[in-house]
Structure formats: structure tokens, C-alpha cells
């Protein structure tokens, strides 16, 4: 599968952006997606992970649980990440993350085989 993350950009503190991640290939439903994100000079972390199929199950980080929202439309092969209320140290780049193994460790970025591109998103102060 090959993912295409599309969405960010440069907005103040306190704004909302939805961030969102194509897929192309087939069995999308079959794949947990992620997302990870990398702020300058520093590694790249788990940001919110969505089970595969209905995405019954989800978790976040605990930087962003209550502000970001992780959800999946497998009729449209896309993984969406509604970002609420951000703050500047929200800024990263922002990559998208597929695997289809049903027991992928949701936080680890090295569980994941298909890998976004990155979107770039910056929250002003």
C-alpha cells in the first residue's frame, strides 16, 4: 500500500486542522494505521493509532488525547486526524503509517511497513 498524507500547514495557536492520509492498493480495511509525528531536532514519536477494519479501538499520546480525534473511511481508502486546539509545541511533520499485521505494537514506529510522506504542520504562538 502506498500512503499519501495531505493537510497541514501554518496556523495559530488554539486553531483546528484535519489532517488526512490517502491509501492506495488493496485490503486498506485490513490495515491499523498510525500517526507519528517529528519536530525539529527531535525524534519521531506516536501521535494516535486506529485498529483496523471498523476502527472499534483507538489510543493517542497522552500530549494530544482530548485535542486530536484519529478516525478511518475505508470506502475511501483514508485516515484522518482531526487536530484540535494546537499549541506550537504541536509543530512537526506529520506522517501517516500502515501495517497489516493485527498485532502491530501501536506505538512503535518500527511496527509499522508503509509510510507516508509527511505533512508539515506549524501552530504559531
Known amino acids: 500500500v502506498q500512503l499519501q498524507a495531505s493537510g497541514g500547514g501554518l496556523v495559530q495557536a488554539g486553531d483546528s486542522l484535519k489532517l488526512s492520509c490517502a491509501a492506495s492498493?488493496?485490503?486498506?480495511?485490513?490495515?491499523?494505521l498510525g500517526w507519528f509525528r517529528q519536530a525539529p531536532g527531535k525524534d519521531r514519536e506516536f501521535v494516535a493509532f486506529?485498529?483496523?477494519?471498523?476502527?472499534?479501538?483507538?489510543y493517542y499520546a497522552d500530549s494530544v488525547k482530548g485535542r486530536f480525534t484519529i478516525s478511518r473511511d475505508n470506502a475511501k481508502n483514508t485516515v484522518l486526524l482531526q487536530m484540535n486546539n494546537l499549541k506550537p509545541e504541536d509543530t512537526a511533520v506529520y506522517y501517516c503509517?500502515?501495517?497489516?499485521?493485527?498485532?502491530?505494537?501501536?506505538?512503535?514506529?518500527?511496527?509499522?511497513?508503509?509510510w507516508g510522506q509527511g505533512t508539515k504542520v506549524t501552530v504559531s504562538s
Open positions: 503509517a500502515a501495517d497489516p499485521d493485527p498485532r502491530t505494537v501501536w506505538y512503535l514506529m518500527g511496527e509499522y511497513d508503509y
Open positions: 492498493g488493496r485490503g486498506f480495511s485490513n490495515y491499523v
Open positions: 486506529i485498529s483496523r477494519s471498523g476502527g472499534d479501538i483507538t
